[in-house]
């Protein structure tokens, strides 16, 4: 399976890493062969058809940016459109910055993806959040895959076990906490009486963070997971601009202390069900709930028909536990052209 990835930040690298590391073991069970022919930055490209070396893809990563500098098989100034027009591939990998303004440069990336036959797997919340009902048509029509299980959880597979393991009942709801960030700055105050810009600032040094804190602490990031989650589990057709959204910034210590004198706590709830509106918002719930999670730790509830409640914990951010959900949409893929099904 050739690879072009695009976008070369902490998911990218991380991407590298864990092919290299669990290559031997996936050929093995998968007879999966990826190769990594092509990335793409923003300053330029890396290509070579036969595929990187590992040794090659740890030089570009020890060298940093500019990785379009690789004497062997640098392009400076090749744009990522370029690269997924012209470099033969099976699948793009893209990683880049979430943008959910207008989801660029990943919406053009996806769509030349498709344009060029290639499936598309993406962490890259923003042309999901925006466009996903459109995107998941223009890969039909395409006949390609789109998987992103790594938008909803990192590393822990809420999509995946909703969509497969839950697939004989009727999901009826779902309500989670679905941001590490706000969990983690949440859990500090109420926890250990820190303010909420220490929490910050502390969640942005332990790399948690969005770039843009707004998108944690105001509650985007959470409402593109709902969009997300509504989307893929519960066949809605819906974009950002149809959840209702609420963040954090007004949680004080009080309200904190209230809620614990019940036996509650306040945490930044993301939920849709059949009916109403999705919504973000803080939400009081008991500390006996399941979903009541502590720290970065994300946590989601679904509601079934026959089945109860099913909750599912885990940590919802990082590199590698990102890059694992990268790894295992490729095994997906892989599995599915190899049963020529494309469901
Ligand atoms: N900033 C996000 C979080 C990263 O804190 O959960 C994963 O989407």
Redesign the pocket.
Known sequence: MRIILVGFGVVGKSVTTILARRYAEKVKDYGFNPKIVAIADIDGAVINPRGLSPEKLEAIKQRGFPISKDPDFGHPGMSALDVIESVEAEVVIEVTPVNIKNAEPALSHITKAFKTGKHVVTTN?GPLALAMPALTELADYNKVYLRFSGTVG?GTPMLEFAKRCLAGDKILAIRGIL????NYILTEMSQNRVTFQEALANAQKLG???REPS??IDGF?TACKVVILANWIMNKKITLKDVDRTGIRDISLQALDEASNSGNTIKLIGSVDGGGRPTVKPTEIPKTDPLCVSG?L?AVTFSTEFAGEQTLVGR??GGMETASAVLRDLLYIRQHLANKLLT
């Open positions: 919340k990192g941001n590490g960030t706000t948690y963070a969005e998108m944690d990031d970065v994300n919802g951010a």
